[in-house]
């Protein structure tokens, strides 16, 4: 007896699924998925799928790692819980460890979170209350980029607000200085790389220099904003910004939560910059997305003014399930696996794969923009005719056994970090050959609309 369609009316029901429109969901057959192993999902038919965007972004390392969920398993039978409030564990200690030995200056602070978005609320308030310990109490102000997403709590949508997604809480928000995001395969000054002076950069130095006095930090994300469309910008940028931060006396925020753990070749995106961030942001792939943990690493010169004598300047801020001892036991094993030279190695080998499987796609004036960094892989289209091509290539990867989800008129590829060489050159091709078919059917569908 086929139990999916069972399952599927219980689901629609009962589930309120996050970021999926109500007649989309109610008119698929979406996949119900009861199992999973590497880099593939299987549903209650006992269909395969690849698994093409790391679910969310942070299952790096697939799933069913024999290593993470033996340490899982081996947590649970010795502790399930214990606060980090004027007591500590063993797992939370080890790796809050083995992350500032991540960190240029090995000497940071580790404050454990429950998700991303608890993440930069976190390091939103240390960075205001930061100054403020120090007396300078009006610089309480942000800056971030156009286009950027930081999660989706009140304080992380103030700082990357996306209309198309937080339009219903603008007056819920905090004001936020924005500056237009740089995206270097959609230059707005036309430039190439042995070109590019950095020009983009002007209106971030002119706004840090303006507003330094109210400031407290320039948030930003490394790199790469995703779900801002997957726009790439040069460390170059990434390493001014630091620089200008430093002279301007405003801490530098860099969210890595999508970012880190080699999603872009590297331990941190930062890292590519050779910069030293004020703060931190890590989560998703920390635990390689088996279990929810986040984490603020932030340097000690900003931790020792959070003190309480001779005046309490303790940081009121705790989440119940902040550094949760199985979800840190996931982590350690995580990090492990992320440290040894011939990972790094492999993912290097393996951005150069997707690097030259989309160097093949076909010329089509549809497609505004074509970029990877490390295993990313993101085409743009243009206008209206975008957003039909990118549900097209969906619906065409769906048939063929890959889950993707296009942003907008993006669609884009974040596999697990482990899948092989043969199946890395199988999925590019078979994206590569979706892209070029939908352009080519999309195109017919838009003539046919206005013939």
């Avoid at 063929?400 to 907008?408: A, E, N, Q, T, Y």
Wanted: with cysteine; glycine share 6%.
């Amino acid at each position: 007896m086929n139990k999916t369609p069972t399952l599927r009316k219980k689901d629609l029901a009962a589930i309120w699924h996050p970021y999926t429109r109500k007649t989309a969901i109610e008119s698929e057959q979406f996949p119900v998925i009861d199992r999973a192993k590497g880099i593939h999902l299987f549903d209650t038919d006992g269909k395969k799928w690849v698994d093409a965007i790391s679910s969310w972004w942070c299952c790096n390392l697939g799933h069913s790692n024999r290593q993470i969920t033996n340490a899982i398993k081996k947590q649970i039978s010795k502790l399930q819980h214990s606060i980090l409030g004027n007591m500590s564990h063993t797992p939370a200690i080890e790796l809050a460890w083995m992350i500032t030995r991540l960190f240029p200056d090995k000497q940071s602070k580790v404050l454990f979170c429950s998700d991303g978005s608890s993440s930069v609320d976190a390091a939103l308030k240390i960075a205001v209350q930061y100054w403020s310990n120090v007396g300078k109490t009006q610089k309480n102000r942000f800056i971030s980029f156009s286009e950027a997403y930081h999660g989706d709590t009140v304080g992380a949508i103030s700082a990357g607000f996306l209309p198309v997604f937080h339009k219903h809480y603008k007056d819920l928000c905090f004001k936020v200085r924005r500056v237009e995001s740089p995206c270097c395969g959609k230059c707005s000054f036309g430039l190439q790389p042995d070109t590019c002076r950095l020009q983009c950069f002007t209106v971030m130095r002119n706004a840090i220099k303006a507003h330094a006095s109210t400031t407290a930090a320039v948030i930003i994300e490394p790199l790469c904003q995703a779900a801002g469309g997957m726009r790439m910008y040069s460390p170059r940028y990434l390493k001014s910004l630091a620089q200008e931060c430093r002279r301007n006396k405003v801490l530098l925020i860099v969210d890595e939560i999508a970012m880190g753990m080699f999603r872009t070749g590297k331990m941190f995106a930062f890292d590519h910059a050779g910069i030293a961030p004020d703060i931190t942001c890590i989560g998703k792939g920390l635990s390689g997305g088996y279990l929810p943990i986040s984490a603020v690493i932030a340097k000690n010169s900003i931790f020792r003014t959070f003190t309480d004598s001779p005046v309490d300047k303790t940081f009121y801020h705790g989440h119940t399930f902040g550094g949760n001892p199985i979800a840190c036991a996931a982590a350690i094993e995580a990090l492990k696996i992320y440290s040894k030279t011939s990972f790094a190695k492999a993912v290097g080998q393996k951005a150069k794969i997707m690097r030259d499987a989309f160097s093949r796609l076909l010329p089509n004036p549809a497609i505004a923009d074509l970029r990877t960094l490390g295993l990313i892989a993101a085409v743009e289209f243009k206008g209206k005719l975008g957003l039909i091509i990118s549900q097209e290539i969906r619906r065409r990867m769906l048939d063929g056994g890959v889950l993707i989800r296009p942003l907008g008129n993006v669609v884009y590829l974040m596999p697990p970090l482990v899948i092989s060489c043969t199946e890395l050159k199988r999925l590019c091709s078979v994206f590569v050959n979706a892209i070029n078919i939908s352009l080519n059917k999309g195109v017919k569908r838009v003539r046919k609309q206005h013939q």
